[in-house]
T-cell receptor, first 118, second 111 residues
Framework: SAVISQKPSRDICQRGTSLTIQCQVD?????MFWYRQQPGQSLTLIAT?????????ESGFVIDKFPISRPNLTFSTLTVSNMSPEDSSIYLC???????????????FGSGTRLTVV | DAKTTQPNSMESNEEEPVHLPCNHS???????IHWYRQLPSQGPEYVIH???SNVNNRMASLAIAEDRKSSTLILHRATLRDAAVYYC????????????FGKGTKLSVKP
């Protein structure tokens, strides 16, 4: 299965600043996903990032706040912009490891970025 | 994607089997049943998935009801390292492909 390297693993940031989180996969994947997990909560999907097209955002998430890049089939970034303490969460990337989505397989998740905004 | 219903929490004793239930009464014919678990301070980890038939792998077994409206994740011998939140998720191949997480079941394992 795919192996994901997510960076940074944690950070403490000042309010009003931005943080870019990187997700590197060891193989080509078609679909990459970004999730947020607030303290004590389940995962909430932020957006889906396909290479060569604009990311698709879920309700409640906007591109100006969470811009996403997907320059190639092995890499993506999520930026948390103009941060406030409410953005303190764990941010995770995930991939569908099949290059050609012809069957259902298990997804792989990064270890997450624990963000604290002060 | 269809919704699933799981108990908020369950307890088990170490080295005993654990049966984690999941209800998905509105499942469609093209929905796969996925199970993931999240250990403390880690990202979710794939456990098992199935469509209609029961499935076994090195981590667990998945028992799927004949009408597919429910399923059970079976850990044959719980260990302390199995303490985690277990998520039952339906995924339709024809959809965007993302996984929609519910609240899951928090499994505690007692020594």
């Amino acid at each position: 299965s795919a192996v994901i390297s997510q960076k940074p693993s944690r950070d403490i940031c000042q309010r009003g600043t931005s943080l870019t989180i990187q997700c590197q996969v060891d193989s080509q994947v078609t679909m990459m996903f970004w999730y947020r997990q607030q303290p004590g909560q389940s995962l909430t999907l932020i957006a889906t990032a396909n290479q060569g097209s604009e990311a698709t955002y879920e309700s409640g998430f906007v591109i100006d706040k969470f811009p996403i890049s997907r320059p190639n089939l092995t890499f993506s970034t999520l930026t948390v912009s103009n941060m406030s303490p409410e953005d303190s969460s764990i941010y995770l990337c995930s991939v569908d490891p099949t290059f050609h989505r012809t069957s259902s397989v298990g997804y792989t998740f990064g270890s997450g970025t624990r963000l604290t905004v002060v | 994607d269809a919704k699933t219903t799981q108990p908020n929490s369950m307890e088990s004793n170490e080295e005993e089997p654990v049966h984690l239930p999941c209800n998905h009464s509105t499942i469609s014919g093209t929905d796969y049943i996925h199970w993931y678990r999240q250990l403390p301070s880690q990202g979710p980890e794939y456990v098992i998935h199935g469509l209609t038939s029961n499935v076994n792998n090195r981590m667990a077994s998945l028992a799927i009801a004949e009408d597919r409206k429910s399923s059970t994740l079976i850990l044959h011998r719980a260990t302390l390292r199995d303490a985690a939140v277990y998520y039952c998720i339906l995924r339709d191949l024809g959809s965007q492909g993302n996984l929609i997480f519910g609240k899951g079941t928090k499994l505690s394992v007692k020594p």
